[in-house]
């Protein structure tokens, strides 16, 4: 598997931007799908963001459209999250996955590789 470390939350104040990175290592970071999920307490990890291969193709929960954005360098081994307009309800822990399967990336599913997680508040 690959492993994933992530970095870049904090505590940050509903209308500020923060962005998210994931890098990889261990094996070939361009033949991952990757994604963002998130956890929020008493809540089960949703999907927030995944990118392709090339970074050609993104998905987003509903959510999160307008306001964040996925994007990876491939050179870099890394996976970003920019997000803009941040909201109290974004409040979570946030994870990287990276899968074979770009199916498997709608769900948290247990085949996926998963970073330690990187908090991230909002406050109102």
């Known amino acids: 598997q690959v492993q994933l470390v992530e970095s870049g939350g904090g505590l940050v104040q509903a209308g500020d931007s923060v962005r998210l990175s994931c890098t990889a290592s261990?094996?070939?970071?361009?033949?991952?799908?990757m994604g963002w999920f998130r956890q929020a307490p008493g809540k089960e990890r949703e999907l927030v963001a995944r990118?392709?291969?090339?970074?050609?193709?993104?998905d987003y929960a509903d959510s999160v459209k307008g306001r964040f954005t996925i994007s990876r360098d491939n050179a870099k081994n890394t996976v970003y999250l920019q997000m803009n307009s941040l909201k109290p309800e974004d409040t979570a822990v946030y994870y990287c996955?990276?899968?074979?399967?770009?199916?498997?990336?709608?769900?948290?599913?247990?085949?996926?590789?998963w970073g330690q997680g990187t908090q991230v508040t909002v406050s109102s």
């Open positions: 261990g094996r070939t970071f361009s033949n991952y799908y």
């Open positions: 996955a990276a899968d074979l399967s770009w199916l498997n990336l709608l769900s948290a599913s247990a085949g996926a590789s």
């Open positions: 990118v392709s291969r090339s970074g050609a193709t993104t």
